[in-house]
């Protein structure tokens, strides 16, 4: 699903999108709502510059809402237009483009004044791979357009689609690298999806699962595993709790500790124990 970047494919998507930069108003860039520090490509800000921005927080439905507010308010005071979606809702167009004309306001304010025919808000998406750009394009065009898939920048020849009455998107997304200088960083994009499982350590990814729900969501980690294990129970006794109550046995009566890592791990990207946000808008952590 995931492609590994080298330098190469970085340059490359950099000079694509600075050339699909040049033939728009504003930017629509996706964060994983659960991340929304870890999703967001380290480049984007320099090549952006002062074009109006608006920052989606995509896969609401699988965020901690309570977070997903003040990350809305601090991106507000970072003076970007975000917008909290579920990419696969029905209303994604209609937020997209009320959010989009707040962003160009000022521009087409500014065209009017000095008697410039109005036009289409020109807009284009970019982001890392696999936070719902496809998945959002598709749902604005009504149709299928863009591959789900991955390859670095934009690759085809680009067409703009009609979204709404008041915009116009470019069909072929921007698609940017994920962050690698940090495990933690490395560890909360493989547990929402965004890189392959196999450029890090499973047993780290789970590890880490297990420590942000025994801190932050300790009575849900427990009722849904169905397990009774308190603030200070060591890492390899949730394990086995787990493994013992699944019954993840192996011959011998050992617990399978690879089916529990497995297991928490797909229980958690797919949040099935809980609503988490990984990433804290304020300084918890
Ligand atoms: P892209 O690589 O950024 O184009 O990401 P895709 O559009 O291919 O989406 C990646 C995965 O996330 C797919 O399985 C989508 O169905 C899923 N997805 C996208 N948006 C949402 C959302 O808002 N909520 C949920 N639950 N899943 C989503």
Redesign the pocket.
């Known amino acids: 699903m995931s492609i590994n970047w080298f330098p190469g494919h970085m340059a490359k998507a950099r000079r694509q999108i600075e050339e699909s930069l040049k033939k728009v108003d504003v930017v629509i860039e996706?964060l994983d709502a659960r991340i929304p520090y870890a999703s967001k490509n380290p480049m984007l800000d320099h090549v952006i510059g002062d074009k109006p921005r608006v920052v989606v927080l995509?896969?609401k439905?699988?965020a901690n809402s309570k977070e997903t507010d003040r990350w809305i308010a601090r991106l507000k005071a970072d003076g970007v237009y975000p917008v909290a979606?579920?990419?696969?809702e029905p209303n994604v167009l209609k937020k997209i483009e009320n959010t989009v004309v707040e962003a160009t306001k000022e521009i087409f304010e500014r065209m009017e004044r000095k008697g410039i025919n109005p036009r289409a808000i020109r807009a284009m998406i970019v982001?890392i791979?696999?936070?719902?750009?496809?998945?959002i394009i598709n749902n604005i065009a009504k149709r299928k357009v863009a591959k789900?898939g991955?390859t670095p920048g934009v690759t085809k020849a680009q067409q703009w689609i009609k979204a709404g009455t008041k915009m116009e998107l470019l069909d072929t997304?921007g698609v940017l690298w994920p962050k690698f200088e940090d495990e933690s960083i490395g560890q909360k994009l493989s547990l929402t999806g965004a890189i392959k499982d196999n450029v890090v350590n499973l047993d780290d990814i789970a590890i880490y699962a297990l420590r942000f729900m025994q801190k932050h969501y300790l009575d849900g980690l427990n009722k849904f595993y169905n397990i009774n294990i308190d603030e200070d129970t060591e890492i390899v006794e949730i394990f086995d709790a787990i493994g013992q109550s699944r019954g993840f046995k192996m011959s011998g009566n050992e617990i399978d500790y690879e089916r529990v890592t497995e297991k928490v791990i797909y229980d958690t990207r797919d949040a099935k124990i809980g609503k988490f946000t990984f990433d804290f808008a304020g300084a918890e952590e």
């Not at 979606?85 to 696969?88: R, S, V």
């Open positions: 996706i995509n896969k439905d699988m979606l579920n990419g696969k982001g791979p696999n936070v719902g750009k496809s998945t789900t991955n997304p």
